[in-house]
Every structure is written in C-alpha cells, then in structure tokens.
C-alpha cells in the first residue's frame, strides 16, 4: 500500500477486519489457502506426478507422494497423456509414474526429452502451470509453460492482441474480469497460436483449435479457464462486483492469529486523508479530513428496517428501491440488486455492515440486532478467543465512568458492572 496514495507519510492506521467480514462481500472458501481436491478423471487412464513441488503447489500435504500427485489423463486410452500441473517455484523437480505408488516409475537422464525407467528427476525452470504431454509409446515427453488469455472479435484486444487472464494458485483457475462486444473469442496460451482452445459443440467443453465461442450480448462477464486434466471447460458468466470491498491483501493473511501481529487480517482502504480534488490533506502525520456522521444511504436502511420491524407509514416496495439504489450505486449497476424475497432483517443487518463499516455504526447495529453479546452470532476474536466466544449481556451497555458515580450519589452503576 502507498502510503502517498492515501495522503499520509508511512503506514497505515492498522485498520484491519476479521474473516467474517471480508465473508459479507467475497466466497471465503475460494480465499482460504486450503490444499485443493484434484480434479478426477474417472473416465481415463492416467498417470501421476509426484514431486518436491506438491506441497509449494498447494496438490498435497506432503512432497513425492504419488498417492495425492496431479494426474495426467489419455482422454483416448492410446498412452498418450496430457495435463496441466503448476508448479510454486523455479526448478521444482517431478518424475512421473504408473500408478500411485512408486512400483513403475520414469525420468530423464539425458535431459533429451526421453525418458528411462527409474530415470533422473525432470525440471520445471520456472515457475508457472505447465501443459505436460507424455507418450508412453516412444516414452516421450514435452513440458511447455502456459500463460492464457482472450482473444476475438468480441475482446478489447480483437484478433490482433490477446487479453490477459490471471492464474489463481490455490484454485488453479485462470480467470478475467472483461468488457466483451458481440462476436467469439477463443483461448490462447503465450499469445501464439501453437496452443489455442475453443468449443465446438457449444457445451462448455474446450478443444483445441476449436470453434469460436459466441458472444450475444455485450458487457462485463467473467471469464474462468479449469485446466487440469481432459476435459478442459471454461465459464462465462455476467459479472458485477461491490466497489465497497475495499480491502488491501498484498503481504495481509485472511486468518487473524495474532490481535497484535500487522500483517494478519486484511487492511481496509475506505479512507483517504486526501480531497475531493486529489490533493493531500493538510498534514501527513495524522488524518484531518471529514467524518460522515450521517449520510443518505444510512436513512435509505434506517427505512427498510422500520418497515421490516412493523413501522407504520411505509411499505415494502419502497424500502426494496431504496435499498437497490444503494446497490446499485455500489455496483455500478444493477447486477447486485436483490427482490423482495432477499430483503430481510438478516440481510439489512449485512448491507449496514458493507455499506457503513468504518462510520461508528457496527456496535450499536449488533446490539439492535441482538446479536452484539451472546454465543448465537460469532466472530474472530470476539470475547478475546481467536475462533469468539459468548459474551454477558451486560456489555452491551457500557459502565458508568466511576468517578461519575462517586461524584453524583443518586447515580446507580448499570448491572453487572
């Protein structure tokens, strides 16, 4: 994070959230840096690829472990084998093997691109997912590094420049976020031809040099690419995102083991000590620009909530429009609206918490909400234990300051304090 960025002169203010509320915005379980089930291939003959690169890899616990090593697949039963495998770090070592276990298992001595029984380890130079083509007839093989990307009439970059994809290591999906214009696109690997993926009957299945993939309607979609083992599919899906996910996770875990450790739980950027114009405030030291005590969005779920609670003098078609142009102003359009059957209390207390995190709204909201003391509604941290705990009740109101008691006998201190 730059600090200049943000109007300041180093660092930042230790803003930090637990998982559970990154969770309100993002799927979770596709940030977790969990080991990922590997795809099967029921349906074909395989072989394995253990290796010193499993565990980096994120494929299993342990390294040169057949028995949990990505596969390679011979999609027509002829021993020729394909896949993709990706390896975390330069020069990691694998070998291939019959079964999972080391029983019959081949290398390269020469490094010649031919491989021998109980043969020397083969070598990925550098890091990155590998298209692995091994043939058990001439006992052959290749290894060619595969960076993806989009290219057609319907992407940014047309026929003439491939648009990038991004490879998530512990999903080991590629995936991008694009402005598509009706027309095709197909998937090319290092932005030649050598390698390209299309689908020919229109099912989600890829083969190569396939037919263009057709794009009706223009917009934003999501594009994501599952290589792993035959068959190869991809998904296209119209994509709307929460611009107040406002979260910095480069160098930051998920997880929050230690309170006291800067780098656990993500940092949050929604404030800037920066103008309206850009410029900085006027010290770097410490942030001097405006607080919003109260704003219309506040009112639109103050709204929704009256009318859910029974309020009188509103009604439910309102309070759903009110609380969809707030998403949509979130959204940048009307992707993350929601119908009448989403809108409950449930979800109000969830939309203050994206909408008004960071503006003094949350304790007070939870206590409302019945859901600030007690063991029903859990969080990191909560009652000072890393997975939350119940807490008494008494804390949702606070104590009266002792000297305030002291001071004035007619005063009786709340209970429990």
């Known amino acids: 994070m730059d600090p200049a960025e943000f109007g300041v002169d180093g660092g930042w203010g230790g803003t930090r959230v637990t998982k559970e509320f990154v969770g309100k915005f993002l799927n979770l379980e596709t940030l977790k840096n969990a080991q990922i089930p590997l795809k099967s291939a029921a349906n074909y003959p395989v072989i394995y690829v253990p290796g010193g690169y499993q565990e980096a890899s994120g494929y299993s616990a342990g390294n ?48 010649d691109g031919t491989l021998e029984q109980n043969g020397a380890n083969l070598i990925a130079p550098e890091a990155g997912m590998y298209k692995i083509n091994v043939n058990l007839n001439n006992f052959s093989y290749t290894a060619v590094k595969t960076d993806w990307g989009l290219i057609g009439d319907a992407t940014p970059g047309s026929w003439d420049n ?55 309607e223009p917009g934003k979609y999501l594009i994501q690419l599952y290589l792993a083992i035959p068959d190869y599919t991809y998904s296209v899906e119209k994509y709307s995102s929460d611009g107040r996910a406002m979260f910095h996770t480069d160098g930051q875990t998920l997880e929050i083991e230690s309170m006291f450790e800067f780098t656990n739980g993500y940092a949050v950027k929604k404030w800037k000590n920066v103008t309206s114009t850009g410029q900085p405030g006027s010290a770097v030291d410490f942030v001097d620009t405006d607080f919003p005590l109260f704003r219309l969005a506040d009112v639109y779920l103050m709204y929704a909530e009256a009318v859910l609670r029974g309020g009188l003098g509103g009604d439910a078609a309102t309070a759903l429009n009110y609380v969809n142009m707030i998403r949509t102003r979130a959204y940048g359009d009307e992707g993350g609206n929601i119908t009448s059957a989403d809108l409950t209390l449930d979800f109000i207390l969830d939309e203050r918490a994206r909408e008004l995190y960071w503006e003094a709204q949350r304790r007070t909201d939870l206590i409302r909400f019945g859901k600030f003391s007690g063991g029903d509604y859990l969080w990191e941290w909560k009652g000072a234990v890393k997975d939350g705990r119940s807490i008494d009740a008494k804390f949702d109101i606070y104590p009266i300051p002792a000297s305030d008691v002291i001071a004035n006998p007619n005063l009786t201190q709340n209970s429990g304090y």
């Open 64 to 111: 040169w472990s057949p028995d949990s090593a990505p596969t390679l697949a011979s999609k027509n039963s002829d021993d020729h084998y394909e896949g993709y495998i990706y390896f975390a770090d330069d020069n990691s070592e694998y070998k291939f093997t019959a079964g999972p276990n080391w029983d019959l298992n081949w290398g390269d001595d020469n490094a």
């Open 162 to 216: 491939s648009t990038p994809m991004e490879f998530d290591p512990a999903t080991k999906v590629w995936s991008v976020v694009a402005e598509l214009g009706t027309g095709s696109f197909k998937f090319r690997a290092n932005d030649a031809w050598d390698i390209n993926l299309g689908d020919n009957d229109a099912d989600g299945s890829l083969e190569y040099n396939g037919a263009n993939i057709t794009v009706d």
